[in-house]
């Protein structure tokens, strides 16, 4: 007995819901990519803050703070120059994102017409291929996605941790 488009029409069904889902993954990413950029302008700031420290009075005091803002100055430039070089990495990762939502949800939604049309007629292998292909899209999508927002992430805990050495020492 051969699988009718009928018998599979929920598991496309599925996809296509899915799929069409898929399209708002970005904003998983979209707040940790704000964070990330929002905590680097925050540092820089309070770094400027510190710089201009008015309580050193001594010309010892003034050299050893200036020492020690010159040296989190160096890490929170070396912390940005990599995040600069991520940010074209993640601007692409979100159009990536885009198109394996939007080719997935193409696939998906023209194979539950076709299976709506067909709902009778047996199923070929390639469309069981076409719907796992729908499948595999939105598992893309999802790891490009979760991949972008967790190092977005990590950039900011890095800032952060550099903020609160910040704090600490000067």
């Known amino acids: 007995m051969?699988?009718?488009?009928?018998?599979?029409?929920a598991i496309i069904q599925l996809s296509a819901g899915l799929n069409v889902a898929i399209l708002s993954f970005v904003d998983i990413s979209i707040p940790a990519i704000k964070e990330r950029r929002r905590v680097f302008t925050k540092a820089r700031q309070e770094l400027?803050?510190?710089?201009?420290n008015p309580h050193k009075i001594t010309t010892e005091?003034?050299?050893?703070?200036?020492?020690?803002?010159?040296?989190?100055?160096r890490q929170l430039f070396d912390l940005w120059r990599n995040t600069s070089e991520f940010e074209t990495?993640?601007?692409?990762?979100?159009?990536?994102?885009?198109v394996f939502g939007f080719i997935g949800a193409i696939l998906s939604i023209s194979l539950l017409w076709y299976s709506g049309l067909h709902?009778?007629?047996?199923?070929?292998?390639?469309?069981?291929?076409?719907?796992?292909?729908s499948f595999f899209s939105l598992a893309a999508a999802f790891f490009v996605n979760f991949l972008t927002a967790s190092k977005a992430a990590h950039y900011t805990k890095c800032c952060n941790d550099l903020r609160q050495k910040m704090r600490q020492k000067l």
Request: proline share 2%; net charge negative.
């Open 2 to 9: 051969s699988i009718s488009w009928g018998d599979f029409q």
């Open 48 to 52: 400027e803050i510190y710089r201009a």
């Open 61 to 73: 005091d003034k050299e050893a703070h200036a020492g020690m803002v010159g040296e989190i100055d």
């Open 89 to 98: 990495v993640e601007d692409s990762m979100i159009k990536t994102t885009g």
């Open 119 to 133: 709902y009778d007629d047996p199923i070929r292998i390639i469309g069981e291929i076409l719907t796992l292909l």
